[in-house]
Every structure is written in structure tokens, then in C-alpha cells.
Nanobody, 124 residues
Framework: QVQLIESGGGLVQAGGSLRLSCAASGRTFSIYALGWFRQAPGKEREFVLA????????YYPASAKGRFTISRDNAKNTVYLQMNSLKPEDTAVYYC?????????????????WGQGTQVTVSS
């Protein structure tokens, strides 16, 4: 089992920045990739970006490239989502998720473990 705990959400004005954290514990050696997703009210859960646990590959959709980056502190088993130039449409609950096996990383169904989520609200 892998446990994930997100933190760092909050209220920020448009154009501002936030850094979300995802602390992983348990069988972290079994993680192939860790991804970030978000879900706004009334919408489906949306892929934000992902990174293989060893850092060899990062996956960005076009909407996040240039504004969002992902990084990892190996010593702390913590992955960070740095979000810059935030827009009101970035408002959502942000989730981190871990995937145990090699394979696709772009859909919620590709992941085995989920954190509880952290709210990000961007005001205009």
C-alpha cells in the first residue's frame, strides 16, 4: 500500500503562484509514476501532469506546459506541483495519485492510490 497526503492548497489571486505537496509513504519503492489531477465542481477529473518516480519522464498536457512544473524531493518522498500564472479556471480540488505498474499515466483509471485532495481557489 501507498499513502499519499496533499497539502499547500488555498486561495490565490489570478496571476499568482502556489506550490502543492504530495508526501508519499508506505511501499514507495513500488511506485512507477506519480500524477496530479484536478476536479472542478460538475466536471470530470482532469489530468494535470505526471512524472515517473525515478524522474526519467514527465508528462504535460498543452494546458499546463509553461505554467505548471513537477519536482521531487527524494529524501522526503515528496512530489511538488508548482503552479504559476494561475487563472480562475484553475480552481479545483487537486489530487495526487500513484501508479504501481509501467503503463499509461494520463487517465484517472491508470492509478492505484489517491490522496484526499487539496482545494485551490483562484480569484479574478
Amino acid at each position: 500500500q501507498v499513502q499519499l497526503i496533499e497539502s499547500g492548497g488555498g486561495l490565490v489571486q489570478a496571476g499568482g503562484s502556489l506550490r502543492l505537496s504530495c508526501a508519499a509513504s508506505g511501499r514507495t519503492f513500488s511506485i512507477y509514476a506519480l500524477g496530479w489531477f484536478r476536479q472542478a465542481p460538475g466536471k470530470e477529473r482532469e489530468f494535470v501532469l505526471a512524472r515517473t518516480w525515478n524522474g526519467s519522464r514527465t508528462y504535460y498536457p498543452a494546458s499546463a506546459k509553461g505554467r505548471f512544473t513537477i519536482s521531487r524531493d527524494n529524501a522526503k518522498n515528496t512530489v511538488y506541483l508548482q503552479m504559476n500564472s494561475l487563472k480562475p479556471e484553475d480552481t479545483a480540488v487537486y489530487y495526487c495519485a500513484a501508479k504501481g505498474d509501467y503503463g499509461m499515466v494520463l487517465g484517472p483509471g491508470d492509478y492505484d492510490y489517491w490522496g484526499q485532495g487539496t482545494q485551490v481557489t483562484v480569484s479574478s
